[in-house]
């Protein structure tokens, strides 16, 4: 039986504000309903109003606005999602949480770290649950590898090889928008960087330090931006490049953990034909894990508990047995498979968990201060870069 209700705000309906807008409409449907709040969808805001408009009318909000600053003064909210440009998260979060709001805000934290430090010492000081969107934690394959590595299964891990190609800004004529704007590391390290180095860590523990950063920006120049681009995959204009693009295209870099593994990084928004490809290989002294986004539904696994002469990498399906997989969709059996988009409804779920102290055995969603040391291990990639290669501790 439900006990009470809540209600929902989402600041952002670009590409990852509708998915927190549809998490949060679905979040009562998966893993049950004993104490579970009634999600009340109260309201989407955008600064393009019609993209809050139409987010509202299809995930079913009862108003939208174009300022944020309603929801900041709305007495009928709860728990709202900052999923806006990073350099906007530090001056909205904090309003919010003045407010008395609970705040579940996108990665990366901010676009820098004086701004991330400033939010880690806002959570601490507060008295309303805060979490960042590091959602592939809650993918239910890449949990099972999570818990594949801790549990032994592959031995001592001893390599770690993550890679995040996507292409959103491989053409030149795709129009600037914010992610092309900020200091170098914010741009696809910040984008999608943030993104396989949290699940590297959540694999193999933390990043002691890194070395051999390396950025590259491939295009320089970009059309102006247009109103109402999303997800930075904006139409062509026709429009000539004036605008100058600030950060980096691609970013490579050596990880080395404080467990003694080591392993590397490489990630791109120019990687031509490859719209969204996270893919990993997590090797250990008795298995290898690998994971493909592209493949969602499965993990390449070989180790050696296989008979003689079967060894080799086999396709295991995620299923019942896979964190998050069962009760987690309407059709939780092997070959129904899973998606990016449900991890962001299983996360919504964990941190209204929190909000309404109900105990599932979810995992709570990751603080600002998670959140701070994600960016911190972005800046020292930015500092090796700096200082031709060098190794950088994290701090
Ligand atoms: N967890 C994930 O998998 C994931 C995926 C994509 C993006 N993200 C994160 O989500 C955030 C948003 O990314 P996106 O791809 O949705 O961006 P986007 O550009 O598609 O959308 C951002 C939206 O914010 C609106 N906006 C701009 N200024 C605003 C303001 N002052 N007030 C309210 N709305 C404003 C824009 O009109 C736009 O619709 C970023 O922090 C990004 O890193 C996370």
Request: with cysteine.
């Amino acid at each position: 039986m439900a006990s009470k209700t809540v209600s929902v705000a989402v600041i952002g309906a670009g590409m990852a504000g509708r998915t927190h807008a549809n998490a949060w409409r679905q979040v009562g449907t998966v893993f049950g309903t004993d104490g579970v709040p009634n999600v009340r969808l109260a309201a989407i805001c955008d600064a393009y109003l019609p993209f809050a408009e139409a987010a509202a009318k299809s995930y079913g909000y009862e108003r939208a606005t174009a300022d944020w600053h309603d929801i900041v003064a709305a007495d009928d909210i709860d728990i709202v999602s900052i999923v806006v440009a990073n350099r906007l998260h530090r001056e909205i979060a904090e309003a919010l949480v003045k407010a008395g709001k609970h705040v579940l805000c996108e990665k990366p934290l901010t676009d820098n770290l004086e701004d991330a430090k400033a939010m880690a010492e806002i959570e601490a000081g507060a008295d309303v649950v805060t979490g960042i969107g590091f959602g592939y934690r809650r993918h239910p394959s890449i949990a099972e590898i999570a818990k594949l590595a801790d549990g032994g299964a592959l031995g001592q891990v001893m390599q770690f090889e993550g890679r995040y190609w996507c292409d959103y800004g491989a053409d030149p004529n795709v129009p600037i928008a914010w992610r092309y704007k900020g200091p170098m590391g914010s741009g696809a390290l910040g984008d999608v960087g943030s993104h396989i180095t949290d699940v590297a860590e959540f694999i193999c523990g933390p990043i002691k330090a890194v070395n051999g950063g390396t950025f590259a920006t491939v295009i320089d120049k970009r059309p102006p931006a247009v109103e109402g681009i999303s997800g930075g995959r904006g139409a062509t204009t026709g429009a000539e490049a004036t605008e100058t693009v600030e950060n980096d295209d691609i970013a490579k870099f050596n990880i080395i953990f404080e467990s003694g593994a080591i392993g590397s990084i490489g990630v791109s928004r120019v990687a031509f034909g490859l719209p969204n490809s996270l893919q990993f290989d997590v090797f250990g002294t008795r298995g290898r894990a690998s994971f493909d986004l592209a493949r969602s539904g499965e993990i390449t696994l070989d180790d050696t508990h296989s008979p003689a002469g079967l060894r080799g990498p086999k396709q295991v399906l995620s299923g019942p047995d896979f964190p998050y997989y069962k009760g987690g969709s309407s059709m939780d059996f092997s070959g129904v498979g899973n998606t990016q988009i449900e991890q962001f409804t299983y996360q919504c779920r964990a941190f209204l968990d929190s909000v309404s102290g109900l105990d599932e055995g979810l995992p709570p969603v990751p603080s600002w201060a998670h959140g701070y040391r994600a960016m911190r291990i972005a800046d020292a990639v930015a500092r090796s870069v700096a200082a031709g290669g060098a190794t950088v501790e994290i701090d």
